[in-house]
């Protein structure tokens, strides 16, 4: 990764503050897919990573796992859930677009911030 990469000051900015760690501890990983168990993590972190007891909500997140609290944490919170055909998580999933917004939206709405606002996605070929 160079300082003329677009995203460089952003990776920056996540690994410096803990939110994001890399895939180890030299590489970050920018071009990689993101799991859904990760951004859990991410999000996690950005409330300082709470310590949860371990409930079977999602018969796809075990115990002591890397990702547990933080999928147990945003259930919790109102956040993320499962599939709903199925009951699991999938932690291992590459989160998509619409996945994300979702988990952005429901963690806008735990904060408390306004998410009245409303816009056209229509120029999105995958809305």
């Known amino acids: ?4 990469d677009w995203f460089y000051y952003s990776v ?3 690994y410096d503050n803990g939110l994001m760690t890399g895939l180890n501890e030299t590489t970050f990983g920018p071009y990689e897919n993101l ?4 951004f859990a993590v991410i999000l996690h972190r950005m409330n300082g990573s709470p310590d949860m007891e371990y409930t079977n909500k999602f018969p796809d997140v075990a115990d002591n796992q890397w ?12 956040v993320v859930g499962g ?3 199925t009951g699991k998580f999938g932690p291992g999933d590459n989160i998509n677009r619409e996945q994300m917004a979702v ?18 996605f ?4 995958d809305v």
């Open 1 to 4: 990764m160079e300082k003329s």
């Open 12 to 14: 920056k900015y996540v």
């Open 35 to 38: 799991a859904r168990a990760q």
């Open 67 to 78: 990702y547990t609290d933080a999928i147990l944490w945003a259930n919790e919170a109102g």
């Open 83 to 85: 599939y709903t055909d």
């Open 103 to 120: 988990m952005m939206y429901q963690y806008a709405n735990y904060l408390g911030y306004d998410t009245s606002a409303r816009v056209n």
């Open 122 to 125: 229509d120029y999105f070929v």
